[in-house]
């Protein structure tokens, strides 16, 4: 489980597992999120998301509402990147952000810095006033972190990214929501944070950030040594669990068959 | 009834310099970029623009246009950041309202409303209000008791949209998925000029497509001109998508200072048919 070799896995016993890529976990962590969600909007940001989004409906989820990635909700499931054929809804932006406000829709989203309470930035790096770096700005970050529930995938675990504390708080963290009062805690809800070396929720204590899984092949020591503040941790962290063969192939043969999953993780 | 077509010269000879001006569209997508291209060849200045921002932002930063900025992104969509939009605020350029997306459209909202403002649950504890110490909360006067933001109305002097079709009265029609929120910018602002790639006659305009595309009346318009391709390089489907190439030759270009002035002689130096005819060329050189 905390072998330091990566490909020190293909010695497994498992022969199927063996094969399987990070990437393949990275989209399996990030569709359990999507577990038991019912009739929600799954609005995932990046590639891998998008994946494991259209994996849960496939399979355990399949109430699961799901967009073009523009104005329209699909009723098929088209590989990532190929046209839908079905639609069953409209979702312009005023209704999108509408949907939000409503909380029937788990967003996840990405994360130039994240702190360990969950609070997250897109918007710029250094001072805001005068950025060193400006990003995207916070665009829906704000509205989506205290109205529906919120999982952030970040695709390159580091601690430029995993920081002790975010330059702009775009995305709410659980200690900023407690501060600002009940209007702002009523439908927060931070589910987990699914990175390129594990899995992780915000179970610890007062909310703060805790390893849940590690991909196969990472351990701990990485994942500190990756992450810019104390992370919680529980005395045996498991891996992240396995495909089963049915999903490998979906992931592989329907919703990825050009592989773009393995373009966003690193081996 | 009144015949509202103007050129896009005329329309900016409507607009003056320290205005706030409200743009349509949604980041690389149905910019009204010819009227932003005439705005270019201008003496206006100093403007207070209020945007989901696009290529519009990144033209008017780079060009020193902007005084204030109200958003809550500016972005290429294909390309994430908007390098000239990048560089004018790591310069200072100008100041910023970062507000976030739904913040805004309650803004919207609240302007075409004539409210002074819309509550809304987002902004709290996140630094938006941290960094815009302008704004306040209020709270509910119902038994819930809850503190919400209040977004202040979001009113414009001027704004400028971009639509597929319209007629020469101002009433204007949106044939793709996404009305963004053209139909507000238009309802929040003293006055309000739509560019179109076609006029049509008002017959023809529900003719092919049903009555809901009409997003904008005649009524919250001032002005309208036929400016086919008046959104290029964004997306105005379905006349067309975004160019691609072009795109990144924008933003590649806008990353050089001397690849820049470049861009500028070659693509903005010119009128709206002198563009046109660049793009064209250069498309064909790409071959």
């Given amino acids: ?267 | 009834m009144t015949d509202k077509t103007m050129t896009p010269d005329a329309i900016v000879g409507r607009l003056r310099s320290g205005m706030t001006l409200g743009i349509g569209g949604w980041g690389s997508r149905r910019k009204p970029m010819a009227l932003v291209r005439a705005l270019l060849r201008s003496g206006i200045t100093d403007l207070t623009v209020v945007a989901y921002g696009g290529p519009d932002i990144g033209l008017l930063a780079a060009a020193g246009k902007i005084r204030k900025l109200v958003t809550a992104f500016t972005t290429l969509d294909s390309i994430p950041l908007e390098p000239h939009f990048r560089a004018a605020r790591e310069r200072g350029a100008f100041e910023l309202v970062e507000l976030d997306e739904a913040m805004f459209m309650q803004g919207l909202t609240a302007g075409a409303q004539r409210l002074p403002f819309l509550p809304i649950r987002a902004g709290l504890g996140s630094d938006v209000l941290r960094v815009n110490p302008q704004l306040r909360t209020v709270t509910s006067p119902y038994e819930d008791g809850e503190e919400l933001v209040a977004v202040p109305a979001l009113r414009m002097d001027a704004a400028l949209v971009h639509l597929n079709r319209a007629d020469r009265l101002g009433n204007a029609q949106y044939l793709g998925p996404d009305p963004y929120f053209d139909d507000l910018f238009c309802e929040a602002s003293d006055t309000a000029y739509v560019s179109c790639e076609r006029i049509v006659a008002s017959s023809e305009l529900t003719e092919q497509a049903a009555p809901q595309t009409m997003l904008i009346s005649r009524h919250a318009v001032t002005g309208v001109t036929e400016t086919p391709g008046g959104a290029h390089f964004t997306s105005c489907v379905p006349d067309y998508g975004r160019d691609e190439p072009f795109q990144k030759a924008y933003a590649t270009a806008a990353g050089d200072p001397d690849a820049w002035k470049e861009f500028e002689d070659r693509f903005l130096t010119g009128t709206e048919q002198d563009y046109q005819a660049a793009v064209q060329a250069w498309h064909k050189e790409q071959r």
């Avoid at chain 1, 009940?182 to 070396?197: E, G, Q």
């Fill in chain 1, 1 to 267: 489980m905390t072998q330091t070799d990566p490909t020190a896995a293909a010695g497994a016993p498992e022969a199927a597992a063996s094969s399987v890529t990070r990437a393949e976990y990275c989209v399996i962590a990030c569709a359990e999120a999507w577990r038991g969600a019912g009739e929600i909007l799954a609005s995932p940001m990046g590639t891998v998301p998008a994946i494991a989004a259209r994996l849960a409906k496939l399979t355990f989820s399949p109430d699961l509402l799901l967009t073009d990635g523009e104005a329209l909700l699909i009723g098929d499931v088209p590989a990532v990147g190929a046209p839908s054929a079905v639609t069953e809804g409209w979702l312009p932006y005023r209704r999108h952000l509408t949907m939000a406000m409503g909380g029937r829709r788990h967003v996840m989203m990405g994360a130039s810095q994240i702190d360990r309470f969950g609070n997250q930035n897109i918007s710029c790096i250094g001072d805001w006033e005068r950025p060193r770096r400006q990003l995207l700005g916070v665009r829906g970050a704000p509205v989506n972190t205290l109205n529906n529930p919120v999982s952030y995938w970040i695709p390159r675990h580091s601690k430029r990214v995993f920081v002790e504390k975010v330059d702009m708080i775009s995305g709410v963290g659980y200690d900023s929501a407690a501060a600002a009062g009940p209007s702002a805690t009523r439908f927060h809800d931070l589910r987990r944070v699914v990175s390129d070396l594990g899995v992780f929720d915000f179970g610890a204590a007062d909310h703060a950030m805790r390893l849940v899984s590690l991909h196969p092949g990472v351990t701990v020591e990485q994942v500190r040594e990756s992450t810019g503040f104390r992370l919680a941790e529980a005395d045996e962290v498991p891996c992240t669990r396995e495909p089963t063969a049915e999903e490998l192939r979906l992931i592989r043969d329907v919703v990825d068959p050009r592989g773009l999953r393995e373009r966003e993780v690193r081996p």
